[in-house]
């Protein structure tokens, strides 16, 4: 089993900066893919981007260039820096972690923008 804890979120103006982390602990393997969704109420949940052991990465084309996915593997963390946010981007962001067919979802972190 593997737990996700995310953080980071929080209330933010148009514009501005916020970096969400997402803990992995348990039965973690090293070949995994990780990615962080969203869901904005009463929308389907999407991939907001996605990044693999290898650190290939695969944006959503609305983030490209503003958002960024990384992981320290040291420390079993994934984040996401999100810069120039807009209003658009509020939604309930989770995380995934993809292993051994198997998949895993964060309880999710609230982002709110706007002014």
């Known amino acids: 089993q593997v737990q996700l804890v995310e953080s980071g979120g929080g209330l933010v103006q148009p514009g501005g900066s916020l970096r969400l982390s997402c803990a992995a602990s348990g039965s973690i393997s090293r070949?995994?893919?990780?990615?962080?969704?969203?869901?904005?109420?009463?929308?389907?949940?999407?991939?907001?981007?996605?990044?693999?052991?290898?650190?290939?990465?695969?944006?959503?084309?609305?983030?490209?260039?503003?958002?960024?996915?990384?992981?320290?593997?040291a420390k079993n963390t994934l984040y996401l820096q999100m810069n120039s946010l807009r209003p658009e981007d509020t939604a309930v962001y989770y995380c995934q972690r993809r292993e051994l067919g198997k998949l895993y979802w964060g309880q999710g972190t609230q982002v709110t923008v706007s002014s």
């Not at 991939?47 to 695969?58: E, G, K």
């Open 31 to 73: 070949i995994y893919v990780m990615g962080w969704y969203r869901q904005a109420p009463g929308k389907q949940r999407e991939l907001v981007a996605s990044i693999t052991s290898s650190t290939s990465t695969n944006y959503a084309e609305s983030v490209k260039g503003r958002f960024t996915i990384s992981v320290d593997n």
